[in-house]
């Protein structure tokens, strides 16, 4: 550096000081870069040395903290400060230690790192411990690093000195004797990370310490300790102001300090005064609750012997401890009187969790949020002691109807993945307990599964509780706090070690993000499902369309009537009767599935018998048998693992085939002779072999003659059983492999169970794909028989995408599988033309029931959205009244400020949903009218 340059400011030359925060950079004097940073006392500075710049701190210029005069000196203070040049670090052994009083061990490393590493004066860069002028040094974390400066309070007033701190905007690390503070730059940044970035303290705090001294990280103090504790503390203020506590002067009171959906319906809140009068898709709005565990959130059993405070008593989402554990006792007790036989394997599967774990005190939490737009329930997260148990879900749901506005309300939609179970006994639950209750107002619960859970049922649970068939519900899938725990599984990882009470505070603080995110983006999330339901709508009603034209008008009024009655039935159950849903068993098909290969197998020989036909249906009953084990040879051989055992089990498996195969050629010579001369060269493995049936024999080279011909039609009758049978063997499969990611992949821990969960999936997946290439090889055969694949076939072709489970369970966060459906495999009827005329009006019968339902909740949704945009409106409007009536409650400049800008906030988010609606739906209706 040239010695000729000289300050920016003041011309002097011998400059060898330069700002890195400042937004120039410029080279500068020690009195000019003294005087500029008197009120930045937070910035970084450098030193040129001759050959480079290194690092140094503003006191080395004469920068110290003034506290009480805006960045002035205290009249008071009697400040005399000296400019003289300070030359680098004290380390003298007077120098005071930077460590926690009750950790001897982390002290004497510290005091090692600080003082004996060779070239650690480089580090860390101290303050001197007696700067003169200066009452004392204090470490003070900012968002570009730690700083160590010496501070000047303020002795005009005999008020605490930490409320000086706070005035200059720094949080003190303790209210006695401040030696360290947070700037609220910091606090504001730490916060918005862990909620965005999931970034935890020890990593911001690493990030810091680096960034401070990148040589020499260890020498900069560590406030780790103190700021996650200043972090709280910090966290419960900024909800405490957001939820208007310090402009009412009020205690909060449960689940009242975040924010709830903005559309579910609330009277007195986004319901307008004249709603009893408004059309609704339901009569009268219905709310609906998802609810559902997620055993990832768990947490360790703590070691330490002191008791963490808390800061939060349910006023978030997490509920109030101590009435849930007297609750928990008193249900314990009452369990085994409501204690039933499982009958459906949804619930057979999820039973094993009520075992405890040994090292957790917290197996998982449950919560209830909105099924529409996903946003938490005030006060309904619980957690698991053993597992899933109902009594949890019965405490998170009284809870739920308590903090979201329904009272009033009579009706509400309440999905959970095993509402087949846990709607029996629950209405003896909630009038036995007194620590359970509903509004006044409620008078039916009705009871729903997610739509793909419900496929996991069994069949009757599928038209009595999926949400496909609920009259008033739209499209709602009632699966959307999947995708809302794979977001929180994030954080759910830090907390498993935190204090229980941190982590209540860390889990609300996550949650209301999620509901004012979910808040902000309402308006343009409901355009977005009128759009799809615009879309679907059309093409639903083409779907009835077709099936219509094919009914009689008599067919079509009866089958109406049926149903209506059965929704009826549903919606306004009798007093009486505890199973409303049951009426819905009118959509099950009534000859239950078609008929297998063994019914088709006992038909042709019932009728070989009459016309003395030599055991034909057997012969090829007996090869596709034999078709069915090639497959799962080929199976065998790819997974054998090498070993003799494997080897041996893959030979013995190869020679009984071989035999079984030889028998049934021989057979061929007689019932089918043609075949013979299609065998081709003989395969070196037995499974490679063609099975001599009749459709391996080309059309053009078919006999012509009665009996090859009779042959062949019963081919064509049996392998239309046998590729039956294998497709509903698929769905078992696939509703197997479904509950293996569901309750065994995902809520394993630990490597030995991840790799068992896993080991089950292969073995699954396995047979699945080998049963997909059999189905493909039969529907092949089916073709070369004459069976036609035009218009709507039994057996359309089988990819990979049509035999995975649903893309939720492999990334619950991924865009656009809420309106993803099932493959077609589960909707697709056996049409049984040969068995009668019943067969084929079955078949519409279904189909009608299904198309109408789709339509129905198609154009549900298009009326609900719009209601919906309009409440989403009033919501903002009501919290633009909310907060300007606030405004007018407090004199203090500050809360009139901060109460103005939620004003402006909560009007500009009006606005902006109404303009959206008038977009998306050309919106005449004038809804918004701004707060002044």
Same mark, same amino acid.
């Given at each position: ?6 300050? $920016? ?14 937004? $120039? ?44 005069? @805006? ?21 003298? @052994? ?63 007033? +005999? ?29 504001? +940044? ?15 705090? !690493? =990030? ?7 040589? =020499? ?33 009020? +205690? ?46 768990? $947490? ?8 963490? %405070? ?41 039973? &094993?969790?009520?075992?405890?774990? %040994? ?26 002691? *053993? ?121 609300? +603080? ?34 009835? %369309? ?67 036909? @030599? ?22 051989? *790819? ?32 019932? =089918?002779?043609?075949?013979?001369? &299609? ?45 039956? @049978? ?40 396995? $047979? ?90 198609? !154009? ?18 009501? *919290? ?12 203090? %400049? ?39």
């Amino acid at each position: 550096m040239d010695e000729g340059r000289r300050c $920016h400011h003041c011309d002097q030359k011998g400059t060898e000081w330069k700002c890195c925060d400042c937004e $120039h950079g410029t080279l500068s004097c020690r009195a000019c870069l003294r005087a500029q940073h008197m009120r930045s006392p937070l910035h970084r500075i450098q030193r040129w040395t001759g050959s480079f710049f290194e690092a140094a701190a503003l006191w080395e210029v004469g920068v110290k903290l003034y506290l009480g005069h @805006d960045g002035e000196i205290c009249p008071m203070a009697q400040d005399q400060l000296q400019y003289e040049s300070a030359d680098g670090n004290n380390t003298d @052994d007077e120098e005071e230690a930077v460590f926690h009083d009750d950790d001897e061990e982390a002290a004497d490393i510290e005091d090692f790192i600080g003082r004996n590493i060779p070239g650690a004066e480089q580090g860390f860069r101290r303050a001197p411990r007696n700067y003169e002028g200066a009452h004392k040094r204090v470490v003070v974390v900012h968002v570009n690093g730690i700083h160590d400066l010496p501070t000047v309070e303020c002795r005009c007033t +005999d008020g605490p000195s930490d409320l000086q701190y706070l005035r200059s905007q720094l949080f003190p690390a303790t209210q006695i004797d401040v030696r360290t503070v947070f700037s609220f730059a910091l606090l504001k +940044d730490t916060r918005l990370l862990n909620l965005k970035a999931k970034v935890t303290i020890y990593a911001l705090y !690493r =990030f810091l310490q680096r960034l401070t001294s990148p040589a =020499f990280p260890r020498t900069v103090p560590n406030r780790e300790r103190e700021l996650q504790r200043v972090l709280r503390q910090w966290r419960n203020l900024v909800i405490y102001q957001e939820g208007g506590c310090a402009h009412t002067g009020l +205690d909060p009171v449960k689940g009242s300090l975040y924010l709830f959906c903005s559309t579910c319906p609330q009277i007195g809140i986004n319901l307008p005064e004249d709603w009893e009068d408004m059309e609704f898709p339901s009569e009268p709005p219905l709310p609906m609750f998802v609810t559902d565990g997620n055993m990832k959130a768990d $947490h360790i059993k703590s070691r330490s012997k002191h008791p963490d %405070a808390a800061l939060t008593h349910g006023e978030g989402f997490m509920t109030e401890p101590t009435a849930y554990k007297r609750f928990l006792t008193d249900a314990v007790e009452r369990a085994p009187k409501y204690k039933i036989p499982a009958d459906c394997r949804e619930y057979n599967v999820t039973k &094993h969790e009520g075992r405890r774990k %040994a090292n957790l005190d917290i197996t998982g939490i449950a919560l209830h949020a909105c099924a529409r737009h996903g946003c938490f329930a005030p006060s309904s997260g619980v957690d698991f002691q *053993k597992g899933e148990r109902q009594m949890n879900i019965d405490y998170s749901f009284s809870e739920t109807l308590k903090t979201t506005n329904i009272d009033g309300l009579p009706t509400v939609l309440h999905i959970y993945d095993i509402m087949c179970q846990y709607k029996v006994n629950m209405p003896e639950r909630f009038r036995d307990s007194p620590y359970l209750s509903t509004p006044q107002s409620l008078q039916r619960v009705l009871k729903a599964i997610g739509q793909f859970h419900v496929h996991a049922h069994k069949e009757g649970c599928l038209y009595r509780f999926s949400t496909s068939y609920i009259p008033g519900v739209g499209l709602v899938d009632g699966e959307i706090l999947e995708t809302l725990w794979a977001i929180l599984n994030e954080v759910s990882r830090s907390t498993r070690t935190a204090t229980i009470q941190h982590r209540a505070e860390i889990l609300d +603080d996550h949650m209301g993000d999620s509901n004012y995110k979910k808040i902000i983006f309402m308006a343009a999330t409901i355009a977005r499902k009128y759009k799809r339901a615009i879309k679907e709508e059309p093409i639903a009603d083409n779907n009835l %369309a077709v099936i219509l034209d094919a009914c009689t008008p008599d067919d079509v009024a009866t089958w109406t009537a049926e149903i209506e009655k059965a929704e009826d039935r549903r919606l306004w159950p009798e007093l009486d009767d505890t199973i409303p849903e049951a009426d819905m068993d009118i959509m099950k098909n009534k000859f239950d599935k078609g008929l297998s290969l063994r019914d088709i197998e006992l038909q042709l020989t019932r009728e070989e018998v009459v016309r003395r036909e @030599d055991g034909e249906a057997g012969w090829i009953s007996t090869g596709l048998k034999l078709e069915e084990t090639q497959f799962n040879i080929k199976m065998l051989s *790819k997974g054998a693992d090498g070993t003799i055992e494997s080897q041996l089990k893959l030979e013995r498996r190869r020679l009984q085939f071989q035999r079984s195969l030889q028998n049934f050629s021989d057979d061929a010579v007689t019932l =089918f002779p043609v075949a013979l001369t &299609h065998i081709g060269v003989a395969e070196a493995l037995p499974e490679n072999e063609k099975i001599l049936l009749p459709s391996v024999v080309p059309f053009l080279d078919r006999p012509a003659d009665g009996q090859q011909q009779r042959l062949l039609r019963k081919e064509l009758e049996l392998r239309t059983a046998f590729t039956r @049978d294998i497709l509903l063997q698929i769905k078992e499969l696939i509703t197997h492999l479904s509950f293996q990611f569901i309750e065994k992949v995902r809520k394993s821990h630990g490597t030995l169970e991840i790799t068992r969960a896993w080991d089950g999936v292969k073995h699954l997946r396995e $047979h699945l794909l080998m049963s997909r290439d059999l189905y493909n090889h039969s529907r092949e055969r089916l073709i070369a028989l004459g069976y036609s694949t035009d218009g709507d076939a039994e057996f359309g072709e089988l990819s990979a995408r049509d035999i995975d489970i649903s893309p939720a369970i492999y990334n619950p966060n991924a865009r656009g599988i809420t309106g993803k459906g099932l493959s077609w495999i589960w909707g697709r009827l056996s049409n049984d033309v040969h068995a009668g005329d019943d067969y084929l009006i079955e078949f519409y019968r279904l189909h009608f029931l299904r198309a109408r339902a789709h339509l129905h909740r198609c !154009r549900e949704e298009i009326k609900t959205t719009k209601l919906e945009m309009e409440s989403n409106t009033r919501y903002m409007m009501f *919290k633009a009244q909310q907060w300007a009536l606030l405004r007018e409650r407090v004199v203090d %400049a500050g809360h009139r400020a901060y109460a103005a800008a939620m004003v402006d906030t909560w009007n500009r988010l009006g606005s902006s949903s109404e303009k959206i609606a008038t977009a998306a739906f050309a919106q005449n209706r004038q809804i918004w009218v701004a707060v002044e």
